[in-house]
């Protein structure tokens, strides 16, 4: 898989392929889907230039949603199970420092994304967070702490709102892959998406796409 260090079974990128991945530290379990859409681009970057050495390493059975930016100076880890909704941003780098505005990558710290949490659209995830299993992030919330385990977040910077009942049964998007129907007609649904591919009609869509490609 090219721009991949690793990529389990199952991995789906819908059309349109609007999506950018730079860096050889990148890492994807099974069952990952990226969704992506033509009006704005899905980017996973680890940065390995100028004293980075950025590291994306995500779960099994994880949604990606359009618009997704995840960048990476230093590490960062998404276990199983997670949700990202779309125009999510998680970055483990300010990129620049406060009174020096021209060096990279600035201060950095590792962020982790524990197993189930579920990250609400256009939040956005500071350097150094942990976020705690099953744990929500409410919709356009800005996280520069952490968050634990079982509780709902939201707000800018994000407070606590809410927890997650432990004593309820909680599905996880695994519970769509136990499902064997679900997992053969996904992989009949990638086969015929991708049956066309060759590198003449790679080269043809770099050179002179067109409307569908």
Same mark, same amino acid.
């Given at each position: 898989?090219?721009?991949?260090?690793?990529?389990?079974?199952?991995?789906?990128?819908?059309?349109?392929?609007?999506?950018?991945?730079?860096?050889?530290?990148?890492?994807?379990?099974?069952?990952?889907?990226?969704?992506?859409?033509?009006?704005?681009?899905?980017?996973?970057?680890?940065?390995?230039?100028?004293?980075?050495?950025?590291?994306?390493?995500?779960?099994?059975?994880?949604?990606?949603?359009?618009?997704?930016?995840?960048?990476?100076?230093?590490?960062?880890?998404?276990?199983?199970?997670?949700?990202?909704?779309?125009?999510?941003?998680?970055?483990?780098?300010?990129?620049?420092?406060?009174?020096?505005?021209?060096?990279?990558?600035?201060?950095?710290?590792?962020?982790?994304?524990?197993?189930?949490?579920?990250?609400?659209?256009?939040?956005?995830?500071?350097?150094?967070?942990? &976020?705690? =299993?099953?744990?929500?992030?409410? %919709?356009?919330?800005?996280?520069?702490? #952490?968050?634990? *385990? /079982? $509780? @709902? +977040?939201?707000?800018?910077?994000?407070?606590?709102?809410?927890?997650?009942?432990?004593?309820?049964?909680?599905?996880?998007?695994?519970?769509?892959? &136990?499902? =064997?129907?679900?997992?053969?007609? %996904?992989?009949?649904?990638?086969?015929? #998406?991708?049956? *066309? /591919? $060759? @590198? +003449?009609?790679?080269?043809?869509?770099?050179?002179?796409?067109?409307?569908?490609?």
């Amino acid at each position: 898989m090219p721009q991949l260090q690793s990529a389990g079974e199952g991995l789906d990128i819908n059309k349109p392929w609007n999506i950018d991945i730079y860096g050889n530290k990148i890492s994807l379990g099974d069952n990952v889907h990226i969704r992506t859409s033509k009006n704005t681009i899905t980017q996973l970057c680890a940065w390995n230039r100028n004293g980075c050495d950025g590291e994306i390493h995500i779960g099994d059975n994880v949604l990606i949603s359009p618009g997704v930016k995840i960048l990476s100076a230093k590490k960062i880890v998404i276990e199983s199970n997670v949700m990202i909704a779309s125009n999510v941003y998680i970055s483990d780098s300010d990129w620049h420092e406060i009174y020096d505005r021209v060096s990279t990558p600035g201060l950095s710290d590792d962020v982790y994304i524990s197993e189930n949490a579920w990250l609400g659209e256009g939040s956005k995830i500071a350097k150094g967070v942990k &976020i705690g =299993k099953n744990s929500i992030v409410g %919709m356009g919330s800005i996280v520069v702490s #952490d968050i634990p *385990d /079982n $509780s @709902i +977040f939201g707000g800018n910077p994000a407070k606590k709102i809410g927890e997650i009942d432990t004593n309820k049964p909680i599905r996880t998007r695994e519970d769509l892959f &136990i499902n =064997k129907d679900y997992k053969s007609l %996904m992989s009949f649904l990638i086969r015929e #998406d991708l049956k *066309d /591919n $060759s @590198i +003449f009609k790679w080269l043809r869509t770099i050179l002179y796409r067109k409307k569908g490609d």
